[in-house]
């Protein structure tokens, strides 16, 4: 037992010098290799799920139903017929003198009628016309005063009395006055 107990630090010793050091050969090339297997790269998961959802809101809850909507109502009523317009009672609306009842429904509620839109043409085209003769101005202007060699004049207008003693007033009493919040008694 004394023997043992005395052989076996050098046991161990040489238990770790050789048997415990890998050897060359058995040591795997991991990091060897050309690249990576599994690279980094952003996840995925919210750009697929917004995908998702607006597929399913987009196409499922609003094409296909409008979709659906708009078939019936073609086979059920069809085209609008073309009637003459009336000579006794109400004048027909714009909307009235649609193909169809779904364009009939839009142009009543949310569409604008050819008066409207002819008015409104007519509005705009003033507009820019009236634009148009103000550059007009301008450029005639600005070649008059690059070919006078002018500048810019102001005429001079002329000041009433009052307002000409209004301003000597002022003027004297912000002199005199120190502060512009004091009410001092002279």
């Known amino acids: 037992m004394a023997l043992l107990s005395k052989m076996a630090p ?9 048997l415990l050091k890998p050897s060359t050969s058995l040591i795997p090339a ?11 790269r952003p996840g995925q998961l919210i750009v697929n799920r ?8 987009f196409i499922g809850i609003g094409f296909l139903p409008v979709l659906f909507c708009l ?15 009336p000579t006794e009672g109400p004048p027909p609306h714009h909307w009235q003198f649609e193909r169809t009842p779904i364009r009939q429904w839009w142009a009543k509620w949310f569409g604008v009628s ?3 839109h002819h008015e409104r043409n007519l509005a705009y085209y ?8 103000w550059r007009q101005i ?9 070919e006078r060699w002018d500048y810019k004049g102001w005429s001079y207008q002329p000041v009433s009395s009052t307002w000409v003693d209004y301003g000597r007033w002022h003027a004297l009493r912000m002199r005199d006055q120190y502060e512009q919040h004091g009410h001092y008694a002279q």
Request: contains cysteine; charged residues 30%.
């Open 10 to 18: 050098a046991a161990v010793c040489a238990c770790r010098n050789s």
């Open 30 to 40: 991991i990091r060897s290799s050309h690249a990576a297997v599994f690279r980094k």
């Open 50 to 57: 917004i995908k998702d959802v607006c597929h399913f809101y």
């Open 71 to 85: 078939a019936y109502n073609h086979i059920v009523y069809g085209t609008c017929e073309l009637k003459d317009y």
């Open 114 to 116: 050819d008066v409207e």
């Open 126 to 133: 003033e507009k820019q016309g009236i634009l148009a003769r």
């Open 138 to 146: 301008e450029q005639r202007v600005k070649h008059l005063e690059g």
